[in-house]
């Protein structure tokens, strides 16, 4: 478990058939079948064509009295050296070994297998020119599940994330640690050898071709994506949960009222709340005139428009990262017509800007998440239920401490939503004086959404309980599903218990998907 992303998945996923990498662009499903299910990948023909093309023109450039960059330069503020060709390999090599200069704790397994598939994805389109054997080896090593070690700190999302993919060229190179696919931690060169694997002796501009992307923070965004489109699915649930149970009104949510404010999102999230609350006993029993309430609090009547701004800057950010994954970027680059040229699209601003838009809506997804939570837990405002949900009050806390969790990961995520694409340190002798930070956003984030997983499992606990103590009252048939497959671990209300890995149990119903399966069970699916 790192220090600045908890969230983790099996070391040795299950794997799901293969992924062709060809000129044209991965999607979302592809990146996280490979990077979280351990599907494997091939090279297309069609990729193999391209990158062959490309090297021609390298290997003409090569032998050019004319210096080139990348080629048969230096690099960065050390462009203006012309290099020998008998030091060229030894230049690419050089290259590698001072860029792997990560530090800090282990990256996740499925965020190394993320930054090399779409390194591999952008070498296949045939514009860094690279050797095929090269490539090959990028797929060889994510089709046996070899992770090299990338560390937590090193990349400024310029110029690409270059110490994260430097240390990924190292292990292609036979070099550097590793992880096998059971987790093993071993050197390279055994891990190529044991399988069969060839260590690559880079070629002119191969070496840069591995390291210029914006891989890692692409590769994260497209995992958080993933996450959040179903976490926002289940804080719908959880909204729904706590309207139920707090005797909150579910007329708010009718689809005329949200069409007047045609947000997409907004929409989705309110039929979501609605078909969740459907058929509820609870609900129909304060539908008379004998109840008093006018409005309820916002955190319950104005869900959909919180969960449904996050939706709609999800899809921004999906959007976005359909853009890059289309991409091919390096420096320099092999134009279509044949042309080495230089260029910026190596800066990770239109990734890092997401990644930061993201983590602001994950804490305020889960600040709302809170506050309903918190509204069970006070006698004044629960309209009924006991102090804290406790079976003795006094004697017993109930879920008291249970909130404080909550409340201290939102305000940590509150922290986190502080965006790091507005930060710049220069570097390289002032060469790259604008940076996006945008691996760090990403970084960020991976944490955000793990602390939304925990705080949405939280109210879905709390309000399991909070529905089961109106009894004899029943929930709607999608409560009582969820909370049915709670309960599978979690037992119902009783005097105070060991609470944390009750806590730990519905995250894991959160962030398993088992929660929302259960609800779609009586709703069909949820949108």
């Known amino acids: 478990m790192t220090r600045t992303a908890p969230m983790q998945h099996p070391t040795q996923p299950q794997t799901t058939g293969t992924v062709t990498v060809g000129t044209g662009p991965l999607t979302i499903e592809d990146v996280v079948a490979v990077a979280r299910h351990g599907a494997g990948v091939r090279l297309g023909d069609d990729a193999c064509s391209a990158i062959e093309a490309s090297r021609t023109v390298v290997e003409a450039l090569a032998d050019d009295v004319v210096p080139h960059y990348g080629i048969s330069t230096g690099f960065g503020a050390l462009a203006t050296r012309h290099i020998p060709t008998a030091m ?38 045939g514009r860094t020119g690279v050797r095929l054997e090269t490539a090959r080896a990028y797929a060889s090593l994510l089709d046996a599940g070899i992770t090299p070690v990338v560390h937590e700190y090193g990349s400024l999302g310029c110029s690409g994330d270059l110490a994260p993919l430097a240390h990924c060229a190292l292990a292609v190179m036979g070099e550097g640690p590793v992880r096998l696919a059971d987790g093993t931690l071993t050197d390279a060169g055994t891990a190529l050898r044991d ?23 692409l590769g994260m965004l497209a995992l958080a994506v993933t996450d959040l489109r179903d976490l926002l ?121 997401v990644l930061d838009f993201l983590a602001i809506v994950t804490a305020d997804v889960a600040s709302m998440s809170e506050r309903r939570t918190d509204r069970f837990l006070d006698a004044a405002r629960s309209h009924g239920l ?82 089961e103590l109106r009894a004899p009252l029943a929930p709607a048939p999608a409560t009582a599903s969820v909370i049915a497959a709670l309960r599978e671990t979690v037992p119902g209300s009783g005097p105070d218990r060991f609470l944390a890995p009750e806590i730990e149990d519905a995250v894991e119903l959160v962030r398993s998907g088992r929660a929302r399966a259960a609800a779609e069970a009586v709703t069909g699916p949820l949108a």
């Not at 050089?94 to 965020?111: C, F, I, K, M, Q």
């Not at 694997?197 to 071709?209: C, H, N, Y």
């Not at 401490?401 to 922290?415: D, G, H, M, N, P």
Request: charged share 20%; net charge negative.
């Open 386 to 467: 006991p102090p804290f949900l406790a079976d003795d009050p006094g004697v017993d806390s109930g879920h008291m401490i249970a909130q404080y969790t909550q409340a201290a990961i939102v305000s940590e995520l509150k922290r986190l939503a502080v965006p790091a694409s507005v930060d710049s340190i220069p570097s390289s002798a002032m060469q790259e004086d604008h940076v996006s930070m945008g691996w760090s956003g990403a970084r960020k984030l991976r944490r955000a959404v793990d602390g939304l997983t925990r705080v949405l499992a939280v109210e879905l606990l709390t309000a399991a309980r909070g529905i």
């Open 88 to 125: 060229r390999a030894q230049l690419q090599r050089s290259l590698v070994r001072s860029h792997a200069a990560g530090s800090g704790p282990e990256v996740e397994r499925e965020v190394v297998r993320a930054l090399m598939l779409l390194r591999l994805s952008t070498l296949a389109t």
């Open 195 to 217: 399988n069969g694997i060839r260590p690559v002796e880079l070629a002119e501009k191969e070496g840069l071709a591995l390291i210029n992307g914006t891989d890692g923070m």
């Open 233 to 353: 699915v289940v804080a719908d649930i959880t909204a729904a949960m706590s309207v139920e149970g707090l005797l909150g009104s579910d007329s708010v949510f009718a689809a005329d009222l949200h069409a007047l404010r045609p947000q997409p999102g907004q929409a989705r999230s309110a039929a979501n709340i609605v078909a969740v609350m459907a058929n509820s006993p609870i609900r129909e029993s304060h539908r008379t005139d004998a109840c008093t309430r006018v409005q309820d609090a916002y955190s319950l009547r104005c869900a959909p428009q919180v969960a449904g701004g996050a939706r709609d800057t999800v899809e921004h950010a999906a959007r976005v990262a359909g853009y890059e994954l289309a991409s091919a970027v390096d420096n320099p680059v092999v134009t279509p017509d044949g042309r080495v040229e230089s260029n910026g699209n190596f800066h990770g601003a239109p990734v890092a800007y």
